[in-house]
């Protein structure tokens, strides 16, 4: 074998051992970030379900105006000014951030 073969072989030893590694600290951290991951399955999910069935959210938005009528008008309100908010907050983003 010649000596470039030899230099190439020992880099290549050392590129998998290295890969070796990356990947099992990479399965470690993925590993942490589990339950996370879960977590953001289940509002998606439940946000599907949601989109799915108006219905239901319509019912239970009645259910508590008929229940609690004072809270459901503050709940208004405020899911009202949060949305206002949040235009608010896009349209400042779209004036200052370029398109991509």
Not at 7 to 31: C, G, I, K, M, W
Not at 64 to 71: F, I, S, T
């Amino acid at each position: 074998m010649n000596p470039r073969a030899r230099v190439l072989a020992r880099r290549r030893e050392r590129l998998v051992q290295r890969s070796s590694y990356l990947r099992r600290q990479a399965e470690t951290e993925v590993r942490g970030l589990q339950s996370t991951f879960t977590w953001v399955d289940r509002i998606q999910d439940a946000w599907h379900w949601l989109r799915a069935n108006p219905l239901a959210v319509a019912g239970g938005v009645g259910a508590l105006a008929l229940w609690r009528p004072r809270r459901a008008l503050g709940l208004g309100v405020r899911a009202w000014s949060m949305w206002r908010l949040v235009r608010r907050v896009m349209a400042l983003r779209a004036a200052f951030m370029p398109p991509r």
